[in-house]
C-alpha cells in the first residue's frame, strides 16, 4: 500500500483532498499544526493528527497542501529530512517556479493543479451542477508536471492527483514553466482580472437605473452563449453589430502591449510577488 503524507490536513484545501484521499486505497498520515485545524480534520474527515517525523517514517508520497506564501519554508525544513525516492507532491507551480524547492536531486517533485469544473456544465445532478471548485461532484481536468525524478513515477503523481481532484474528466503533462503561464498568467493575471472588470462593468449599468438581477441576468446568459461561441463550444457567429462593437471595444479597454503580461520575465515576476 501507497504510504500518504499530507500536511496542512486541517486546512480548507487539505481537508478537501484529505476527504477524496479517505476513498482510496492510499494508506494516508495527516500533518496539522494549528488547533483549528485538527478539530477541523477530526470533525470532517474523522482523523487525528501526527507529527512530521511520523507522518514522513517510510511515506512514499508526501503532498503539501500549504500556502504559497510558506510553502517554501515548509519544503526547507521538510524536504532534507525525506528518504531518497520520496515523492513530494505540490498543489501551484508558483513556488516551484520560482525556485523556492531545495535542490535534492535523489527525491521527485510533481505539480499537480486543478482545471475546475468547466463554466458549459453537463453535470446531471445538482450537486455536480453546485460545484463550481471541483472535487466534490463535478468532472474536471488536471494538469500535472513532472519536475524531477524518475519517468515511473508520472503514473504515481497522476493516479495522486486524479484521486485529490477527483471526478477527474482527463490530466494534461506539460512543463512547470508551462503551468506557470496557465496560472497565474492566463487564469489570474487575464481572466480573474477582466472578471472583475466585468462585474464592475455590471455595476456601472445598475448606477443608470437598472436593477441588479436584470443587470445580472444580462451579463451572464451573455457571457454563456458569447463564450460558447468565441471557445467553439457550439458553432455560430457573431451579428456584424456585436463584430463592430468588438473591434471598437478591444482597444478602448486594452493597452496595445497587454500581451507582454506572457513574457518569461513578467510570469516570473508574478510568480514571485505571489510566493
Known amino acids: ?38 478539530a477541523r480534520l477530526k470533525t470532517e474527515i474523522g482523523a ?41 507532491v505540490v498543489l501551484d507551480a508558483a513556488a516551484p517556479y520560482a525556485g523556492y524547492l531545495p535542490v535534492r536531486e535523489d527525491i521527485t517533485y510533481f505539480v499537480t493543479h486543478p482545471c475546475h469544473p468547466v463554466i458549459f456544465s453537463n453535470e446531471a445532478t445538482e450537486a455536480g451542477r453546485k ?25 504515481l503523481g497522476d493516479k495522486i492527483a486524479r484521486t485529490i481532484y477527483a471526478p477527474v474528466s482527463r490530466t494534461h503533462r506539460c512543463t512547470v514553466e508551462q503551468m506557470a503561464y496557465l496560472e497565474p498568467g492566463l487564469s489570474e493575471t487575464v481572466c480573474a482580472s477582466l472578471l472583475v472588470v466585468m462585474r464592475q462593468a455590471m455595476d456601472e449599468v445598475v448606477k443608470t437605473g437598472v436593477s441588479k438581477d436584470c443587470a445580472r441576468d444580462f451579463l451572464l446568459g451573455h457571457m454563456n452563449i458569447l463564450g460558447a461561441v468565441i471557445f467553439e463550444e457550439v458553432d455560430g457567429v457573431f451579428s456584424d453589430a456585436c463584430n463592430k462593437a468588438i473591434e471598437f471595444g478591444i482597444p478602448v479597454l486594452m ?18 510577488r505571489i510566493t
Open 48 to 88: 487525528d493528527a501526527v507529527t512530521p517525523e511520523a507522518a514522513i517514517d517510510g511515506a512514499d508520497v508526501v503532498i503539501l497542501a500549504v500556502p504559497d506564501t510558506v510553502l517554501g519554508k515548509v519544503a526547507a525544513d521538510l524536504v532534507p529530512q525525506l528518504a531518497p525516492g520520496t515523492m513530494v
Open 1 to 38: 500500500m501507497t504510504v500518504v503524507a499530507l500536511f496542512g490536513a486541517g486546512g480548507k484545501m487539505g481537508v478537501r483532498l484529505g476527504k477524496n484521499l479517505a476513498k482510496s486505497d492510499f494508506d494516508v498520515r495527516h500533518v496539522e499544526v494549528s488547533d483549528i485545524g485538527k
Open 131 to 155: 460545484d463550481h471548485f471541483g472535487g466534490i461532484a463535478a468532472e474536471q481536468g488536471v494538469v500535472n508536471a513532472l519536475m524531477q525524478g524518475p519517468e515511473d513515477h508520472y503514473a
Open 255 to 272: 493597452r496595445d502591449d497587454w500581451k507582454r503580461v506572457f513574457e518569461r520575465e513578467e510570469i516570473l515576476e508574478s510568480v514571485k
